[in-house]
């Protein structure tokens, strides 16, 4: 079964950066588009950036418009997310996604078939 494997969550003071990783455990959607979305405590789990499957086009929230990167390496089925200037209502559990059926940098879940487990990001003031 595919999988989809985030790491690289833990704990920043507001002003901090970090970086999550996503490795696919096939190459299954090297054709395909990848994003991160994230749920804060209470809340729904809402987009945060998207990347087209040649890694050409992104979409970003605008609420971290600026101030996140996402990029991927196709080569090792593998997305990343770099968080700069973090603030604490960044503080979510951070999920990995991948489509099946668009190459596009989509930006809701309904584009999006497979989820990784999450992983914590939270940022102090």
């Known amino acids: 079964q595919v999988r989809l494997v985030e790491s690289g969550g833990g704990v920043v003071q507001a002003g901090g950066s970090l970086s999550l990783s996503c490795a696919a455990s096939e190459r299954t959607f090297d054709s395909y588009a990848m994003g991160w979305f994230r749920q804060g405590p209470g809340q729904g789990r809402e987009f945060v950036a998207a990347?087209?499957?040649?890694?050409?086009?992104?979409n970003y929230a605008d609420s971290v418009k600026g101030r996140f990167a996402i990029s991927r390496k196709s080569s090792e089925s593998t997305v990343y997310l770099q968080m700069y200037n973090l603030k604490p209502e960044d503080t979510a559990v951070y999920y990995c996604?991948?489509?099946?059926?668009?190459?596009?940098?989509?930006?809701?879940?309904?584009?999006?078939?497979?989820w990784g487990q999450g992983t914590q990001v939270t940022v102090s003031s």
């Open positions: 996604t991948a489509s099946t059926f668009t190459g596009t940098a989509a930006t809701s879940k309904e584009f999006y078939a497979y």
């Open positions: 990347i087209s499957w040649d890694g050409v086009d992104t």
